[in-house]
Nanobody, 127 residues
Framework: QVQLEEIGGGSVPPGRSMILSCKAT????????LGWFRQAPGKEREGVAM???????TYADFVRGRFTIRKESQDNTLDLRMSSLEPEDAGMYFC?????????????????????WGQGTQVTVSS
């Protein structure tokens, strides 16, 4: 059973920064693709960023240049560093992992390509 736990979130005014972290297992960090997704009320879940086992990141166009995804194998965490936050960035943010049955070297921001999910953490961007 793969468990993912998001840490962080909260409320910030527009233009500020925030870091989200996700705790995973060593195997998951080593073998699975890991990603961050978000879902605003009334909207579908969308991919924000993901990283494969070779540390290659993929970003959604709407966050490229503002968000950075980082995987830390030393402490088995996945971070999402968000800067220049906009009200449109608000929503529930989820950490996700692929199945890990094979070393993941693909790139996808589709939620259907990820098997395991955290409970989510709320991000609010408001003045």
């Amino acid at each position: 059973q793969v468990q993912l736990e998001e840490i962080g979130g909260g409320s910030v005014p527009p233009g500020r920064s925030m870091i989200l972290s996700c705790k995973a297992t060593a195997y998951t960090v080593r073998a699975a693709c890991l990603g961050w997704f978000r879902q605003a009320p009334g909207k579908e879940r969308e991919g924000v960023a993901m990283i494969d086992v070779e540390y290659r990141p993929t970003y959604a166009d709407f966050v490229r240049g503002r968000f950075t995804i980082r995987k830390e194998s030393q402490d088995n965490t996945l971070d999402l560093r968000m800067s220049s936050l906009e009200p449109e960035d608000a929503g529930m943010y989820f950490c996700a992992a692929s199945s890990g049955r094979r070393p993941c070297t693909w790139s996808s921001l589709s939620p259907s390509d990820f098997t395991y999910w955290g409970q989510g953490t709320q991000v609010t961007v408001s003045s």
